[in-house]
């Protein structure tokens, strides 16, 4: 019987390494994408205007910079609502083995 109540207090462990590595996989591509297609686009993007600017520079200038900071911020707020969610799903096993 302690084996079946460590197995069960392991999936909750399992699961939230788990979104938390595909979270931070997610993160990383678009990281890639950004610093590496946008530079490798430059040239083709330098004919387009964006407020009277070249799109190579604009993206080079502020639209990396800005996709930085929201990825930073979306893994924050991601990871505070897994950290919850893992928090209470620990708590309602604490619970369960309690009423035991």
Do not use: N
Not at 37 to 61: C, K, T
Not at 75 to 94: F, N, P, S, T, V
């Amino acid at each position: 019987m302690a084996a079946d109540d460590s197995a069960r207090a392991a999936r909750p462990a399992a699961r939230f390494w788990c979104r938390v590595k595909a979270l931070t996989a997610a993160l990383l591509a678009l990281w890639l994408l950004v610093t590496i297609v946008g530079p490798w686009f430059a040239r083709d993007l330098h004919a387009v205007r964006f407020l009277g600017f070249p799109l190579s520079f604009w993206v080079a200038s502020q639209g990396a910079l800005l996709v930085y900071i929201l990825i930073i911020a979306g893994y924050a707020l991601a990871m505070d609502r897994l950290d919850a969610q893992y928090h209470d799903e620990q708590k309602g096993l604490d619970r369960h083995e309690d009423t035991r």
